[in-house]
């Protein structure tokens, strides 16, 4: 119950393009959904975040989708570059305790 | 930005020696974890500690792993007896009281040969 699904596991995208990863959730405690952004050698970054109690949240190009019934989220990004071309993990969280990740989506965007 | 602090970036060591992960968190953080990311895989959460003690443990913290909080600004990460399947990526990661927004940092490559 403590798992955050996650696909694809890969995703390759044209410059321009949509890119769009989603997660899939069961701990209905969960109040915090954040994704992250891992560059190759680095930690993971906090990209966008978003609360149960709100659909969706936009971020420049960066946007989350939430369906509470569902139990899911997606990350979606809008005129992919390449250098958005990273590890996304979606993740999250209930209260103080621990964060729980997803199992990344590989994302390439070609040039 | 702040951000946090993790030495070495490459640690090679032999299986069964002590190693010891450091890290400096952001200064006013109060909550500090550590979590390891085995090659290609997930992230996942090992310990989570806050006002000098454990709060939450994960099953791969077992008997070998321990944490510390030795002078008030380093967080340590130390494995009494290496494995070669305790090789990946060991990231510490701090956030403040009243926040989620947990800060990660660039992680220590553990090599267990």
């Known amino acids: 119950q403590q798992q955050v699904k996650q696909s694809p596991q890969s995703l390759i995208v044209q410059k321009g393009g949509i890119s769009i990863i989603n997660c899939a959730y069961e701990?209905?405690?969960?109040?915090?959904f954040p994704w992250y952004q891992q560059f190759p050698g680095k930690g993971p970054a906090l990209l966008i975040a978003?609360?149960?109690?709100?659909s969706e949240k936009k971020e420049g190009r960066f946007t989350i989708s939430f369906n509470k019934s569902a139990k899911q989220f997606s990350l979606h990004i809008m005129d992919s570059q390449p250098g958005d071309s990273a590890t996304y993990f979606c993740?999250?969280?209930?209260?103080?305790?621990?964060?729980?990740f997803g199992q990344g989506t590989r994302l390439t965007i070609n040039p | 930005e702040p951000e946090v602090t993790q030495t070495p970036s490459h640690q090679v060591t032999q299986m069964g020696q002590e190693v010891i992960l450091r890290c400096v968190p952001i200064?006013?953080?109060?909550?500090f974890y550590w979590y390891r990311q085995i090659l290609g895989q997930k992230v996942e959460f090992l310990v989570s500690?806050?006002?000098?003690?454990?709060?939450?443990k994960s099953e791969i913290f077992d008997d070998q792993f321990s944490v510390e909080r030795p002078d008030g600004s380093n967080f340590t990460l130390k494995i009494r007896s290496t494995k070669l399947e305790d090789s990946a990526m060991y990231f510490c990661?701090?956030?403040?009281?009243?926040?989620?927004?947990?800060?990660f940092g660039s992680g220590t490559q553990l090599s267990v040969l």
């Open positions: 500690f806050y006002n000098n003690e454990i709060s939450e």
């Open positions: 978003i609360r149960p109690d709100v």
């Open positions: 200064s006013n953080h109060l909550y």
């Open positions: 701990n209905t405690a969960f109040d915090y």
């Open positions: 990661a701090s956030r403040t009281g009243g926040g989620e927004k947990l800060f």
């Open positions: 993740a999250a969280i209930q209260g103080a305790q621990k964060l729980v």
